[in-house]
């Protein structure tokens, strides 16, 4: 069981926009602005796509968004197209000792 | 930019252990953490261990008891070494690095499947 909550699935047409929700606690999401988000195609490595809550890395479109409020964050996939079916994932800072802990995942299929 | 590889037998008996190597190209290991995380297969990504430039290391709590990271300043690599293995370890390995006070991690390896079995 992770330690952050995503659900399993979410999906939207071409176009759309489409919000993955990322649900800890208050020793971890509700309490820190470090909560990043990673894009990863199947067979392939991991991508960062948001930290600190909202920042975008250089290079990562501005069609992807993040927030968070009180214990949840959330990440905003604007104008959808076809590449952005991943799976995508969640993680938190939560302290010296768990340091980071991760959702579970969400599968998001572009219809 | 910076990239990096992962490297290590693809095959672990029970009870042994799982050496991996990290190897740091276009950059240096030097002023940044560097970590490893898993994932197995079909399932979701796990956070295993940091280590800083310094040697400072800090360890998933639930892996604590076997695993060891450490870093290599002189060839720019680290490494990661998990003891008594089981079928629950098989996972793909990737390494990556950290981004500075942020918990985050900006440039991934390719990653590598370790197995474990008889």
């Known amino acids: 069981q992770s330690a952050l909550t995503q659900p399993p699935s979410a999906s939207g047409s071409p176009g759309q926009s489409v919000t993955i929700s990322c649900t800890g606690t208050s020793s971890d999401v509700g309490t820190y602005k470090l909560v990043s988000w990673y894009q990863q195609h199947p067979g392939k490595a991991p991508k960062l796509m948001i930290y600190e809550v909202s920042k975008r890395p250089s290079g990562v479109p501005d069609r992807f968004s993040g927030s968070k409020s009180g214990n949840t964050a959330s990440l905003t996939v604007s104008g959808l197209q076809a590449e952005d079916e991943a799976d995508y994932y969640c993680t938190s800072y939560a302290g010296t000792n768990n340091w980071v802990v991760f959702g579970g995942g969400t599968k998001l299929t572009v219809l | 930019q910076v990239q990096l590889q992962e490297s290590g037998p693809g095959l672990v008996k029970p009870s042994e252990t799982l050496s991996l190597t990290c190897s740091v190209s276009?950059?240096?290991?030097?002023?940044?953490?560097w970590s490893w995380i898993r994932q197995p297969p079909g399932k979701g990504l796990e956070w295993i261990a940091y280590v800083y430039d310094s040697g400072f290391t800090n360890y998933n709590p639930s892996l604590k008891s076997r695993v060891t990271i450490s870093v290599d300043t002189s060839n720019n690599q680290f490494s990661l070494r998990l003891s008594s293995v089981t079928a629950a370890d098989t996972a793909v390995y990737f390494c990556?690095?950290?981004?500075?006070?942020?918990?985050?991690?900006?440039?991934w390896g390719q990653g590598t499947m370790v197995s474990v079995s008889s």
């Open positions: 276009g950059g240096s290991t030097s002023g940044y953490f």
């Open positions: 990556a690095r950290i981004m500075s006070g942020l918990a985050a991690f900006d440039i």
